[in-house]
């Protein structure tokens, strides 16, 4: 078998630190895609992490019957919470009492002052058996809302457009014709709840006055629970409710937002393929100009499977360090941004699979970017090579 002489390492990097222009315009043009690849890629796992996290296997869902996943229109009896903490054994209780949520779920205009113009919110009216059957949900600031008084998600800010500031406690947002005071602030493991706005139960049900409900979520002991719940439902015709394991709610909105998802990804191929152009063109212009070097290097003892080698060792030194200026861009700037949506508001991701893709996707820029040229070279007789100019 024979082996190749390659060229030494230092001799690529030398020839980066010859042209320091045209290696910083090409640092620069593939650290702008790297990093337009790690933003995509970030609001792709932000909102995957905000509908995956807020669904648990032993939590159910009982609402109006043919309401889809559209709990805003949905409407129970105020009764449908005692019926179902009566009726079905399966519900988890601590201490006598029941992990039953009768919930108040809407969206509303709110504003901050009345100056301000109206933004679409998320507001549920709850009862301190919420944090049980929400076990994720944790009050980060404050005390529990009283009357006339809100807890708010700490992702609510960003859904209504406001600053961190116009959120804190003792401030006041205006919705249904009330005033309401802020009592304090929520935490809910990154999920959709975050982004919502809870007060009393009965305070919102006198505001909007009515005395429905929208849904009642159950924390059961166990997933076979949920036939319990599901039998009910069919039982009591009357009642026209039907049942949902909240993982499937959260997966369904999943399947709602899969063309946002798709066309992300289709972002993230449109701007790979735009950096492999970018990489192609800058890298086959770079070694067009040193063709005599490279023809002078294979009369000297090199072959061309050394300078093919060389090249693409430049190309890859490039890519790589685009990657990692992309990605302390990333987490030092980008990491966390809060994002809105329909459903709410979310963090940017920019956790270990994204980097890993990113990553992939710059080193890819970089060899890709290399064989061109390295074409051109191999199809170069060295005689040819040694007059071009």
Not at 352 to 359: D, E, P, R
Request: charge should be positive.
């Amino acid at each position: 078998m024979i082996f190749f002489r390659p060229l030494p390492w230092e001799y690529g990097i030398r020839n980066l630190m010859r042209r320091p222009l045209r290696t910083a315009l090409t640092l620069v043009a593939l650290t702008t895609v790297t990093l337009m690849v790690m933003v995509v890629l970030g609001f792709v796992r932000g909102l995957d992490r905000s509908l995956m996290t807020g669904g648990h296997p032993q939590t159910a869902i009982v609402f109006s019957l043919g309401m889809g996943e559209n709990l805003e229109y949905s409407s129970v009896p105020m009764q449908t919470a005692d019926l179902l903490a009566a009726s079905i054994p399966g519900i988890r209780q601590r201490y006598g009492t029941k992990y039953a949520s009768p919930e108040l779920y809407l969206g509303t205009k709110v504003k901050s002052t009345a100056e301000n113009k109206d933004e679409m919110g998320l507001v549920r009216g709850v009862t301190p058996a919420a944090l049980l059957v929400h076990g994720n949900v944790e009050m980060t600031n404050g005390s529990w809302p009283n009357v006339n008084e809100v807890l708010i998600g700490r992702m609510a800010a960003t859904k209504l457009g406001l600053s961190a500031k116009q959120t804190q406690p003792g401030r006041t947002l205006h919705f249904e014709g009330r005033t309401w005071t802020i009592s304090g602030t929520f935490a809910a493991a990154g999920s959709t709840y975050e982004s919502e706005i809870w007060c009393r139960l009965d305070d919102l049900q006198q505001a909007m006055k009515r005395q429905d409900l929208s849904l009642v979520a159950l924390k059961l002991d166990s997933t076979d629970g949920f036939k319990q719940v599901n039998l009910f439902c069919k039982e009591r015709l009357d009642l026209e409710l039907q049942a949902i394991c909240q993982s499937d709610y959260f997966a369904t909105l999943q399947e709602d937002y899969r063309p946002v998802r798709l066309l992300s990804w289709l972002v993230v191929m449109l701007v790979s393929g735009a950096g492999i152009f970018i990489g192609l063109n800058t890298m086959y212009g770079a070694v067009v100009g040193r063709i005599p070097e490279l023809a002078m290097l294979q009369t000297i003892g090199f072959s061309r499977r050394a300078a093919v080698l060389s090249i693409m060792q430049e190309g890859t030194v490039l890519a790589m360090t685009a990657a990692l200026l992309a990605s302390i861009i990333a987490y030092g700037l980008i990491d966390q941004a809060a994002v809105r949506f329909t459903m709410g508001a979310f963090e940017l991701q920019i956790d270990a699979t994204t980097l890993l893709i990113g990553y992939a996707i710059a080193l890819f820029l970089g060899i890709v970017g290399s064989l061109p040229p390295a074409i051109r070279l191999f199809r170069l007789s060295v005689v040819d090579g040694l007059r071009a100019v």
